[in-house]
């Protein structure tokens, strides 16, 4: 990701405090500097290094920003797919399922392709949506109706651009932030090299001098507090102190045995790709004292989920069987099979739904996040009689 490699072991932090001592001891001993060409400009000049760069905003500003232009992006993605199947179907009331016209749409697995592709399918849709509404008209469509779709895959494609300006921005901020610590590192070298010039070996004032021991890593440092997963990359704070990074992904959602190691670096954006229909990734960060103590938290990544089997009515209460990688599940019901309420979404595995007066259908799918499983298969009750749908 970065360009632009510090020179410097020592967390951002202690330089920024180690350079303000430097600047009181340099002025203190100002005089002696003399014949090295330091000044008190130079050495206000070191300081507004050092107050600038404490006040430069971190590495985990930067991830946040990258998070919401993500999260901001997704929400539209969503419903643009959302346009594009309801845009769909009436392709298929209209031409039929097997019509050369509806297959063409190529919205199948929408949910699953790139934003890219998301984006060509839209334009495409709404294109062949315009050239057939005469057709499409005895279904609700309308100009206004296709001049909105198009409206919401230009903001998907501005919001797709902003996810991209925040990521390069991140990257940008990154050599920046480096480029400004070694320049204050490097002032600090030379300045120290005068000092141990000037004063005697083992005497108090050639101490204050002295950079190379004074910040070997004594503990480990924290792992990174924020993690982002994204089209395969993942993405994770720097962690003051770090020197290098090691990532591990899990194919499973409970093995703690399977986790494997898929990078060891600097770097702090990874590929770590997609395997099976879900996994979870971790970080660890590491300096010459060892790993942080724990990892960062894992993060997740589904794509995919099972339909809830063993769906079933049992003395006034619905259940089903857990799903992998699930963290909720909907639960629907309706009157007709047409029009469908949510009557839960949390994570259970059973609903007791208020009896009604007559035929009542219910359904159930396992989620996470905006991926859902297909639907299990309808129940009927009419609470006296149990019906499978």
Avoid at 108 to 137: H, K
Avoid at 227 to 252: I, M, W
Avoid at 294 to 304: A, G, H, M
């Amino acid at each position: 990701m970065a360009d632009v490699k510090r020179t410097f072991s020592m967390p951002y932090a202690e330089l920024v405090s180690f350079a303000n001592m430097l600047c009181q001891n340099l002025t203190t001993d100002l005089a002696l500097f003399a014949d090295y060409g330091v000044t008190a400009p130079k050495i206000a000049a070191l300081q507004a290094l050092s107050d600038a760069f404490e006040a430069f905003p971190s590495d985990q500003t930067f991830v946040y920003q990258m998070m919401i232009a993500t999260e901001d992006k997704n929400a539209k993605r969503d419903e643009l797919i959302k346009l594009i199947k309801s845009f769909a179907v009436r392709f298929a009331a209209v031409f039929g399922f097997d019509s050369p016209r509806y297959k063409g749409l190529k919205t199948s697995n929408i949910g699953l392709q790139t934003d890219l592709n998301v984006l060509a399918t839209a334009r495409f849709v709404a294109q062949e949506a315009e050239s057939s509404l005469a057709q499409l008209a005895s279904e609700g469509i309308t100009q206004a109706m296709v001049d909105n779709f198009v409206a919401e895959a230009n903001e998907f494609e501005q919001l797709m651009y902003a996810q991209k300006s925040a990521k390069m921005l991140r990257s940008v901020k990154t050599d920046e932030r480096a480029t400004k610590g070694n320049e204050i590192y490097t002032l600090i070298v030379k300045y120290c090299s005068y000092g141990k010039q000037i004063f005697e070996a083992g005497t108090a004032n050639y101490e204050k001098y002295v950079i190379t021991d004074s910040y070997v890593p004594q503990t480990p440092p924290q792992a990174p507090e924020t993690l982002f997963y994204q089209n395969g990359e993942l993405s994770y704070s720097e962690s003051d102190g770090a020197s290098s990074y090691k990532v591990e992904r899990n194919p499973t959602p409970t093995d703690e045995n399977a986790w494997i190691i898929v990078y060891e670096g600097d770097e702090t954006e990874v590929a770590v790709g997609q395997i099976g229909d879900g996994m979870r990734m971790r970080v660890w960060a590491r300096n010459d004292a060892g790993f942080s103590v724990n990892p960062s938290y894992s993060v997740y990544s589904v794509v995919f989920l099972n339909v809830p089997s063993n769906f079933h009515f049992s003395a006034g209460t619905l259940y089903w069987d857990a799903v992998d990688w699930a963290n909720g599940y909907e639960f629907e019901s309706s009157l007709n099979q047409t029009e469908w309420e949510v009557l839960s979404n949390q994570n259970v595995l059973e609903y007791t739904p208020v009896p009604g007066s007559g035929m009542v259908y219910y359904r159930v799918r396992a989620m996470y996040g905006n991926v859902h499983s297909d639907y299990a298969a309808v129940i009927g009750i009419d609470w006296g009689n149990v019906v499978n749908g």
